[in-house]
Nanobody, 118 residues
Framework: QVQLVESGGGLVQPGGSLRLSCAAS????????ISWYRQAPGKERDLVGS???????SYPESVKGRFTISRDNAKNTVDLQINTLIPEDTAVYYC????????????WGQGTQVTVSS
């Protein structure tokens, strides 16, 4: 099992930046992958980036260039840096962990709200 806690959300003006953090309750090296998703009101939850335990990072085309994932191994955190924010980035951002232990297990954090508005 793993508990995930997101932080760093808030109200930001268009063009601004924000750094979200996902803190895991166990070593991130023991987690097969940690991903960031977002869900806007009335829409599906969409993937915005992932990092594997081996450090491989991937992004969907829609956010490449503005979203950056990084990790702090000592703190067991995975951060999501979002630059040049636009109103369409407004959503609840969730952290997801996937762990393989004979079966795949998926865990979610509670989410953090990001609102982009002037």
């Amino acid at each position: 099992q793993v508990q995930l806690v997101e932080s760093g959300g808030g109200l930001v003006q268009p063009g601004g930046s924000l750094r979200l953090s996902c803190a895991a309750s166990r070593s991130i090296f023991s987690i097969n992958s940690i991903s960031w998703y977002r869900q806007a009101p009335g829409k599906e939850r969409d993937l915005v980036g992932s990092i594997t335990s081996g450090g491989i990072i991937s992004y969907p085309e829609s956010v490449k260039g503005r979203f950056t994932i990084s990790r702090d191994n000592a703190k067991n955190t995975v951060d999501l840096q979002i630059n040049t924010l636009i109103p369409e980035d407004t959503a609840v951002y969730y952290c997801q962990a996937r762990i393989y232990d004979d079966l795949w297990y998926t865990y979610w954090g509670q989410g953090t709200q990001v609102t982009v508005s002037s």
